[in-house]
């Protein structure tokens, strides 16, 4: 591809902490982008992608980090040497950046309509009537309907897609020559992440910007970028067009990351093992009501007749999009909420409405993984303290349970001294092992993971889910699988029930539900995954002989 | 896909993060505070070995003297040693702020961890800490010192009912922090006890604001006691309190400032130096809270 | 994550029940329902006051007809006022007696004067009203850009100093800080008086003058409380990502600060003026028998001084309602500072 001037040129970038002793986050970082262009960043958490951008806009946090060394060029202008001013009149007419998190990115006391506005108040002396105009017609722009209303509107009252739209209008109405997106879709739901790569697409070639877009998801990379940056650990390792990464990859960190993807394509079905029903939910109801003395009562219905069975040794995953129910039904079986109607029934027992006493016994057949191995250890109690809980509340004596914790920890892969150390000196990978190893001390029939991998890099989470299906094989535990990702899904589930507000759409085995979806709305999923038509862990792009002919006809 | 656990494990990048006490981030200020108030706390203990004078014994004689060898910082309007008196007084202040904070937080740590996990209580219990915020500290404790007259207990009764609310809310606000916690939510799966879970995974919780809110309720007491005396509603007149020594100057202010300007000084030090030091002890325990520094 | 603590309110914090529902027609039922839960909310405490109050005067040991009739009564005397205060009936009756009492404006009569505490109060308010009044002026325009300032410059020398000037603030007794400035502007500057009142009536000027050194002694604390809120509550605000999306717009320093940064940070830093004002009541008592100013201060010292309960009692009640009433108006105000609460 040949390029002229490139728009944003950034040379040798080294940025450090500060502090008396610094440390390296950037460690001289080269790229360039072309007029027009897609730069996809990609890397996982700590590898220096968002450092790079908000070095490029001038915000990086002046108390923690400072650019040491390098150029960065927009246009040829050195933004590293701009003074302050300079950069305030670059930003939003030359270059604009939408961030990850579009609730928290807009100011809640503002009406969306003054905080666009405010852009061209700040870098044009448009008179009121011309300013509202263009923020109306950039509303349009970006496809918001009702723009009237929603220009009144504040941020609370508009879903996480409009707030995103809203923040590209705001990026956009000045047509600055350059688009940063930190990581613009990750909050969001894969169906409205769709629309909004879209959007920026549609944007992009209309207005003839360049995107320089951070990411840590490939399927991401694989529909938007033109180019790629692989970073790891403050380097970017490798550089080459979309197909060159994708399909040939050099170095060996690209290759693993891209080997980590897991297939969309459900795996192989598992022989099926008549076992018992373990854990039999039938006509799970929750509702939430917000009563309110001066208001009218609000129902939610959070799940509505949701019926599963899961049975000794499989794996049934949920799947749906935020709000969707998938996790009150998860909360409901471990009975840490209280379902409104229907039963749960644990090896036949049911234990929808015992009282605290009467479920103690059924509490250790059921075990829970949480989302964020962060927050799920209590910080202050040692590794071993925190496993042996369970069974010294059921009267197992303190030394069996440790030396069973022991031997639990070398199951998860961690070694045994782990014991006596604190949750913090583990990483997040390491953390969910011991979480895992703490369910697993319950010596539970039912193991149900709550987002299990989701907070986790999509190298650990590879090795997760194989820790996962590996305690299954041996423990012959049945796992509960909620997750928002149908790639994790297809990974580790035999069953897939798909949840859309409160209800089961769709319920059936893996290889049925993924392959050849029955409904539209599972169709609707698996057509705005990310990268659907690449097979990452094989460098190529799935042949239509492998796509479920049905789900992605267009 | 092959089960090798150990396919890849990860190292482990983060070493133990000790609460990271930065000498330098102590700063001076803390450490002059912390010798200031060890003064102030020798003095009280060992106040009849430093005191020259009886702080009670009027001497007529020696009325309103002037800061000489003989009497350090001068006399007062009874010829009493000012320097003895300002020794004792120390004794009330200490007592009165240490009691202040061990009652109140012995009384709202547990009144805050119940109200925290149950839900009819919180109602209850808040709108009467409401309601017991609600009235100014100072007239609270002037109307149970005039009800139940004048002495130190009362005094103190008086300080630590105004207080109690706050520590409530305090560890009430913790508590439904924490619970919010997975962790919290993970004990309860594993089969803990309601009383196993408060102990072990919330109230540890609440031990480092604690710790924080105490320092500033032992000052704020001090610094109560004192206004009560000034005002004539404290320990009674005959205890040597600074707040006393300050009252009883005050008709003599234009004559001799001094009266009113040693004790304040020394009152002013002691508050100064327990708030520098719930503010160090903010710092160590919380760092999140440093750049907040949120005093009560 | 740490605990954070919450901003103490007297009166529960604003609930935020209101977020996430898109209902743009329920706007004014939303609005109307958020302020009668808070004027209803604001019943209770009261209540309690009112409560607390009573029992005080009853759970204390000794007879409750001797403690309200000082030392001097007869007998006779004594059981005139047990029979007054209907101490003979029961408990809970002598409590509703007593609040129907309070309700019709009776809050007894003063042992010193035999008047009824009402006059008594009426009489002293305009002296304490206006010194009140000139210290919140004060200390809004004093203690908001400190805190803002310090906030913005976090870790410099500006904040450094705010922060010293705020541990002085609370760590000097009012009274030491009143004599202090009486020393210094009035006794050896000779700027203005040394003690007494001018009422505002009498012109601004004159009033100024007397009420000044008051004023700033009164406001020591208060500045120290609400900058320090200032600066917490900016630091956090500064800290969220739509501070970093305001900059990223290119907007100046001025607009992210004030427009985006304080209107957010005005919630927390409102509470607080609001919970800051039992300080100051505080302060009054002592503030105005240091400089010998005829308002509820020195009101409340006399009654002390005259054991005289009823005065002290009415003081109580009295005090009480106008904080209840005070942060019931900055919690209607949230309304209009945060749409979430509107919505």
């Known amino acids: 591809m040949e390029r002229s001037d490139p728009i944003l040129k950034i040379e040798h970038l080294v940025v450090e902490t500060t502090g008396r002793r610094p440390a390296t986050i950037l460690n001289g ?3 360039e982008i072309g007029n027009g262009e897609t730069v996809c960043l990609v890397g996982e958490s700590g590898s220096g992608k968002s450092v790079t951008s908000l070095a490029t806009i001038g915000l990086l946090p002046k108390s923690a980090l400072a650019a040491r060394q390098g150029r960065i060029l927009l246009e040829g202008e050195d933004l590293l040497t701009a003074g302050s001013s300079r950069l305030k009149e670059l930003r939003a007419t030359r270059m604009s950046m939408i961030f990850q998190e579009p609730m928290t990115a807009l100011n809640p006391v503002l009406t969306v309509g003054r905080q666009i506005e405010e852009v061209l108040q700040a870098h044009s002396s448009l008179g009121a009537q011309e300013q509202r105009r263009r923020v109306l017609d950039m509303m349009e722009h970006v496809h918001l309907p009702d723009v009237e209303r929603i220009y009144r509107s504040y941020p609370h009252q508009l879903s996480g897609g409009q707030r995103q739209r809203i923040m590209i209008a705001m990026a956009l109405i000045l047509r600055p020559k350059l688009l940063i997106a930190d990581e613009p879709t990750t909050a969001l739901d894969v169906t409205t992440q769709k629309q909004i790569l879209k959007l920026i697409r549609e944007l992009q070639d209309a207005l003839g910007t360049s995107v320089l877009f951070i990411t840590h998801d490939m399927g991401v990379v694989a529909d938007i970028a033109d180019r790629v940056c692989v970073m790891h650990h403050g380097s970017i390792v490798e550089e080459g067009s979309t197909d060159e990464i994708l399909r040939t990859p050099r170095q060996d960190y690209t290759r693993d990351l891209l080997t980590s993807v897991p297939a969309l394509m459900p795996r192989e079905p598992r022989a099926e093992k008549s076992g018992e029903a373990i854990l039999e939910i039938i006509g799970l109801g929750k509702i939430y009501s917000a009563r309110s003395l001066f208001r009218p009562r609000q129902d939610t219905v959070a799940a509505d007749q949701v019926n599963l069975v899961l049975r000794r040794g499989r794996t049934l995953g949920i799947v749906g999009e935020s709000g969707s129910g998938k996790s ?83 199951l998860v892969g961690l070694p045994v001294d782990a014991i006596d150390r604190h949750p913090h000196q583990f990483s997040g990978g390491q953390r969910q092992r011991i979480a895992i190893a703490r369910a697993l001390a319950m010596e539970p029939d039912v193991l149900v993971a709550d987002e299990a991998v989701s907070a986790l890099d999509v190298s650990v989470q590879a090795q997760v889910l194989d820790l996962l299906d590996d305690i299954q094989e041996r423990l012959g535990v049945a796992i509960l699988f909620i997750t928002h990702d149908l790639r994790v899904a297809a990974q580790i589930c035999d069953d897939v029930a798909v949840m859309q507000k409160g209800r089961v759409v769709e319920y059936g085995p893996a290889e049925h539900v993924l392959r050849h979806p029955q409904q539209d709305y599972t169709r609707e999923l698996l057509d705005a995954a990310p990268g659907k038509d690449w097979d990452f862990p094989n460098f190529r792009p799935l042949s239509s002989a492998d796509l479920p002919a049905e789900s992605f006809k267009r | 896909m092959a089960t090798s656990v150990e396919r890849r494990v990860e190292p482990v990048i983060r070493r133990r993060i000790l609460p990271v006490v930065e000498v330098r981030g102590l700063g001076f200020a803390s450490i002059l505070a912390g010798i200031c108030l060890l003064v102030i706390v020798l003095t009280g203990i060992f106040a009849p070995l430093i005191a020259p004078y009886d702080p009670i014994q009027m001497n007529p004689a020696v009325r309103l003297k002037p800061a000489s060898d003989t009497f350090l910082l001068g006399t007062d309007a009874y010829g009493r040693d000012l320097f003895s008196r ?17 009652i109140s937080v012995a009384i709202g740590l547990p009144l805050g961890l119940l109200a925290g996990f149950f839900r009819i209580l919180d109602a209850i219990l808040m709108r009467i800490m409401d309601g017991l915020m609600a009235i100014p500290s100072i007239l609270l404790a002037i109307a149970v010192v005039s009800l139940a007259g004048a002495g130190l207990w009362t005094v103190l009764v008086a300080i630590t009912i105004p207080e109690i609310p706050r520590v409530v809310r305090l560890v009430r606000s913790v508590v439904l922090t924490a619970r919010e916690e997975p962790y919290v939510e993970a004990a309860i799966a594993v089969g803990s006890s309601l009383p196993k879970i408060m102990w072990r995974h919330l109230m540890p919780n609440t031990l480092a604001p604690l710790i924080v809110q105490a320092t500033y309720i032992c000052a ?40 009113i300007f040693w004790p304040g000084l020394v009152l002013s030090i002691c508050i100064l130096s327990i708030n520098l030091l719930g503010d160090a002890a903010r710092d160590l325990l919380d760092p999140r809270l440093k750049q907040r520094g949120g005093l009560k | 994550m740490p605990p954070r603590i919450r901003y103490s309110t007297g009166l529960p914090v604003p609930t935020t029940d209101g977020i996430g529902h898109s209902n743009f027609e329920k706007q004014e039922p939303a609005m109307f329902g958020y302020f009668l839960r808070r004027v209803l909310a604001a019943v209770p405490v009261m209540a309690v006051v009112a409560l607390f109050v009573f029992l005080l005067l009853r759970l204390t040991p000794g007879d409750p007809a001797a403690i309200i009739a000082g030392d001097m009564a007869t007998p006779q005397q004594l059981e ?127 009033f100024l003058e007397r009420a000044i050194l008051p004023a700033l002694t009164l406001s020591s604390i208060y500045i120290a409380l609400i900058a320090r809120m200032t600066r917490a509550a900016m630091l956090d605000v500064l800290g969220e990502d739509y501070v970093r999306t305001a900059r990223a717009k290119g907007l100046d320093e001025k607009a992210v600060l004030f427009r985006h940064a304080l209107r957010n940070a005005a919630v927390p830093i409102l509470t607080v003026i609001g919970t800051g004002f039992a300080l100051m009541i505080s302060g009054v008592v002592v503030t105005e028998s240091v400089f010998n100013i005829p308002g509820l201060g020195r009101l409340t010292v006399d009654a002390i001084l005259a054991r005289d309960y009823p005065v002290i009692q009415g003081l109580i009640l009295f005090t009480s309602g106008i904080y209840v009433l005070i942060n019931l108006l900055i919690d209607l105000s949230y309304a209009f500072l945060d749409p979430r609460i509107r919505y």
């Not at chain 1, 015992?354 to 202050?380: C, E, G, T, V, W």
């Not at chain 2, 300002?86 to 061990?102: H, M, P």
């Not at chain 3, 003063?110 to 206006?130: D, F, G, H, M, W």
Request: hydrophobic share 45%; net charge positive.
């Open chain 1, 29 to 31: 970082i080269s790229l």
């Open chain 1, 328 to 410: 009150t039904v998860a909360r409901c079986a471990m009975r840490l909420i209280e379902p409104t109607s229907g039963s749960i029934r644990i090896g036949g027992e049911e234990i929808s409405h015992l009282p605290r006493r009467a479920l103690h016994p059924y509490r250790k057949r059921i075990q829970m993984i949480f989302q964020d191995p962060n927050r799920s250890l209590n910080p202050r109690l040692k590794v071993g303290e925190s496993i042996t809980e369970g069974p010294i509340n059921y009267g197992v004596p303190r030394p069996n349970a440790v030396a069973r914790a022991k031997e639990l920890l070398e």
């Open chain 2, 86 to 102: 300002i020794v004792y007084g120390a004794r009330i202040s200490l007592t009165v702020g240490i009691g202040a904070a061990i």
């Open chain 2, 220 to 259: 704020s007491a001090i610094l109560i006691e004192a206004i009560l005396s000034f005002l004539g509603a404290g320990i009674g007149t005959e205890t040597p309190s600074w707040g006393n020594i300050m009252s009883e100057g005050r008709v003599y202010f234009q004559l001799k400032p001094s009266l």
């Open chain 3, 80 to 206: 005139k006022i047990r029979t007054a205060l209907g101490l003979h009936e029961p408990i809970h009756i002598q409590f509703l007696t007593w609040v129907q009492r309070l309700m019709n404006g009776d809050f007894g009569v003063s042992l010193l004067s035999n008047k009824p505490v009402t006059t008594l109060i009426a009489q002293r308010l305009e002296p304490t009203i206006s010194l009140a009044i000139l210290t919140i002026i004060l200390t809004i325009l004093i203690s908001v850009p400190m805190g803002v300032l310090a906030a913005w410059r976090h870790g410099s020398w500006i904040d450094n100093i705010v922060m010293s000037a705020s541990v002085l603030g609370f760590s000097i007794p009012v009274f030491v800080t009143g004599y202090i400035l009486i020393q210094i502007f009035a006794l050896n500057l000779g700027f203005v008086p040394v003690q007494g009142f001018t009422s505002i009536s009498k012109g601004i000027g004159p």
